[in-house]
């Protein structure tokens, strides 16, 4: 069965605090995603990577860079928490695949609070 | 730039009542569709998707999507709806040749018992 996990479910830092998200798939995926989730905002896209090392800028970047260097792991890091950034943040994993497989599989998420 | 509109934001619907969720995309190259779900303390799960042939998809739980290209349209039905399908529902759009997924706002779908 497909498995994204995500190293918290819930988390609460101070205003400033470098943070770090993990996520883990044991697809052997090339593609990893994140995402914040906001009401009335739906998903969108902070950065991706299509391999090891490798990596994309989605549509809000700012505030956040990522890492990626085993292929089943890709870290989200806030390097100076704010407010602003108090969200749900979702994982996701395709393959590179041909298109009808490129369905992406979702983490639990993680509910980030900044005070 | 891309962008996928749920015009529907919230939707209350007694059970066995027939859903249609509204879906449109502005993109006008070749495009594959998505609906997912998201059950209440859930994670986002795939309810159907369509990458070519027959605009009729068909997914889980009883629910289909028919994709109009000349409507750039890809809305999510159900004949009868039940309780357990209370949840969030979200279109997503992946531009054919590209990686990158744009996901509609959601729609949150509460069904009265």
């Known amino acids: 069965d497909v498995k994204v996990t995500q190293s918290s479910r819930y988390l609460v830092k101070r205003t400033g605090e470098k943070v770090f998200l993990e996520c883990v798939q044991d697809?052997?995926?090339?593609?990893m995603f994140w995402y914040r989730q906001d009401p009335g905002l739906g998903l969108r896209l902070i950065y991706f990577?299509?391999?090891?090392?490798?990596?994309e800028k989605g549509d809000i970047p700012e505030g956040y860079s990522v890492s990626r260097e085993k292929k089943e792991r890709f870290s989200l890091i806030l390097e100076s928490a704010s407010t602003n950034q108090t969200s749900m943040y979702l994982c996701?994993?395709?393959?590179?695949?041909?298109?009808?497989?490129?369905?992406?599989?979702f983490g639990p998420g993680t509910r980030l609070t900044v005070t | 730039a891309q962008s996928v509109s749920q015009h529907n934001h919230h939707v209350i619907l007694s059970e066995a009542a027939s859903l249609e969720l509204g879906c449109n995309y502005s993109?006008?190259?070749?495009?594959?569709l998505f609906w997912y779900v998201q059950y209440p303390g859930q994670h986002l799960q795939l309810l159907l998707k369509?990458?070519?042939?027959?605009?009729l998809v068909k997914g889980i739980k009883g629910f289909e999507a028919e994709f109009i290209k000349s409507k750039f349209s890809f809305n999510l039905r159900k004949p009868s709806v039940q309780w357990s399908d209370t949840a969030e529902y979200f279109c997503?759009?992946?531009?054919?040749?590209?990686?990158?997924?744009?996901f509609g706002t959601g729609t949150r779908l509460k069904v009265l018992a």
């Open positions: 996701a994993s395709s393959l590179i695949g041909a298109e009808r497989e490129r369905e992406q599989y």
């Open positions: 697809m052997d995926h090339e593609n």
């Open positions: 990577s299509y391999d090891v090392k490798m990596k």
């Open positions: 993109y006008g190259g070749t495009v594959n």
């Open positions: 369509y990458f070519s042939g027959d605009p």
């Open positions: 997503a759009v992946n531009p054919s040749g590209t990686y990158k997924y744009i």
